[in-house]
């Protein structure tokens, strides 16, 4: 287990959880994405928000797995402020779209089509998610597949959604 001196509340609940937790936060990488749904969503839009920033791919059999979890832990936080961006990595957006209605997932879907945004935050793995704090912060990053709803997750994102 990390140690917790120093760290704020919310990163005290994540890595309780077990979510490895960055020792030294730095900054969002600033961006736009296209949405699959259409229009397009920034980094800079997001300011002030909790933010759940995760990369996947349809072909990723781990982000699939995953993806029910991001459901209800958007369903149960989004009114409370929590805002999710699920990036997807060089597909086609009609591809992303089908396998969204398919699996009934509602959080906005991004369009990294040529890799840029995904080599912006140097993802090398799929799925990789980056939790960034209200401060525009990441605090944590996790590469592979988790179950996000986990009772200890869910304490984890209340508690980043507490912080000012």
């Known amino acids: 287990m990390q140690s917790t001196a120093g760290l704020s509340p919310a ?3 994540f890595a309780a959880a077990g979510v490895p937790i960055l020792r030294r936060t730095r900054p969002a990488g600033d961006f736009t994405v ?3 749904a259409g229009g397009a969503r ?7 928000k909790a933010v759940f920033l995760n990369f996947w791919a349809g072909w990723c059999g781990p982000c699939r797995n ?3 979890s991001m ?3 958007y369903q149960k936080f989004e009114p409370r402020g929590l805002e999710i961006l699920a990036v997807n990595y060089a597909e086609k957006p009609e591809t992303v779209r089908a396998f969204m209605a398919e699996n009934r997932l509602s959080f906005p879907v991004g369009l990294d089509v040529s890799g840029r945004i995904t ?3 140097g993802v090398t793995a799929f799925p990789t998610t980056y939790i960034i704090d209200r401060e525009g912060q990441v ?3 996790v590469a592979g ?19 000012e």
């Open 71 to 73: 459901e209800k832990l």
């Open 119 to 121: 080599a912006l935050y």
């Open 42 to 48: 920034s980094i800079q839009e997001l300011a002030g």
């Open 66 to 68: 995953e993806m029910p």
């Open 139 to 141: 605090i944590a990053r």
């Open 145 to 163: 597949s988790i179950e996000w709803d986990a009772p200890e997750l869910l304490a984890a994102f209340a508690a980043l959604l507490e912080q």
């Open 34 to 36: 296209p949405l699959a």
């Open 11 to 13: 990163q005290q609940a």
